[in-house]
Nanobody, 125 residues
Framework: QVQLVESGGGLVQAGGSLRLSCAASGRTFSSYAMGWFRQAPGKEREFVGAVSGSGRSINYAASVKGRFTISRDNAQNTVYLQMNSLKPEDTALYSC??????????????????WGQGTQVTVSS
């Protein structure tokens, strides 16, 4: 069992930056690939990015590539999402997710077994 807790969300102006954190408790953190997803009101959950258990493989959605950076610190059981050049359309509830398939960096929410409660990101124009 893995428990995930996100933090770092907030209100920011367009063009600004935020760094989200996702702290994990439970078994060996490096055994889990981690994903970030977001969901805006009235929209489906959207893949943002994912990182393998080792941190060597990373995948980004096209909509955030070049603006967002995923990293992880396995010693601290934490994964990060650095978000730069934020746009109003980035406004959403951001959630982290974990899968015990350590090499999986795919986009399907159903492949992730554990989810956090999410942290709200609001980007004003």
């Amino acid at each position: 069992q893995v428990q995930l807790v996100e933090s770092g969300g907030g209100l920011v102006q367009a063009g600004g930056s935020l760094r989200l954190s996702c702290a994990a408790s439970g078994r060996t953190f490096s055994s889990y690939a981690m994903g970030w997803f977001r969901q805006a009101p009235g929209k489906e959950r959207e893949f943002v990015g994912a990182v393998s258990g080792s941190g060597r493989s990373i995948n980004y959605a096209a909509s955030v590539k070049g603006r967002f950076t995923i990293s992880r610190d396995n010693a601290q059981n934490t994964v990060y999402l650095q978000m730069n050049s934020l746009k109003p359309e980035d406004t959403a509830l951001y959630s982290c997710a974990a899968t015990d398939r350590a090499l999986y960096i795919g986009t399907e929410p159903g492949r992730y077994e554990y989810w956090g409660q999410g942290t709200q990101v609001t980007v004003s124009s």
